[in-house]
């Protein structure tokens, strides 16, 4: 069994492996992503706001993609450039800032999740479904334990 001190070594920086495999890992779905105008990125956001029906607060829709406000703002503009998302205010309280996809963003999106599947197939097929698994457990069980 390794040093566990060993693990405190720079060749071993968690945040470089995953940055370094996430930079792999998206490669392979802008490839296929890229036919139908969408990045890795903007495939979720449109995911999101599909399942969210009447559209999503700002705040709401950030903290379900996991990223802050700010980066969320500078990844929708060239969807609501594009015609595929509209940002306004809320009915309700006018202070809530609203996400809606347009019906252009949900044709984009059915275009997109072909793709999507064709990236996903891949990438378990190099890696395999179980291996997958395994991974998604422990990527989730250690955001929960950085959180």
């Not at 996430?22 to 890229?34: K, T």
Request: hydrophobic share 40%.
């Amino acid at each position: 069994m390794e040093d566990p001190g060993d693990l405190l070594d720079p060749v071993h920086c968690v945040s470089h492996a995953l940055q370094r495999t996430a930079r792999r890992v998206a490669a392979v779905y802008a490839d296929e992503l890229r036919a139908c105008g969408l990045s890795p990125g903007q495939f979720p956001l449109l995911q999101t706001l599909a399942a969210a029906g009447g559209g999503a607060a700002m705040s709401v829709l950030a903290d379900r993609l996991g990223m802050d406000r700010t980066t969320l703002t500078r990844n929708l503009g060239p969807l609501e450039k594009a015609g595929l998302v509209t940002r306004g205010r809320d009915a309700g309280d006018g202070r809530v800032r609203r996400v809606r996809i347009t019906d252009q963003g949900r044709s984009r999106l059915a275009e997109g999740r072909i793709a999507w599947r064709r990236a996903q197939a891949l990438t378990l097929r190099r890696f395999g479904d179980d291996a997958w698994r395994n991974l998604e457990t422990d990527l989730r069980r250690l955001r929960r334990a950085l959180s």
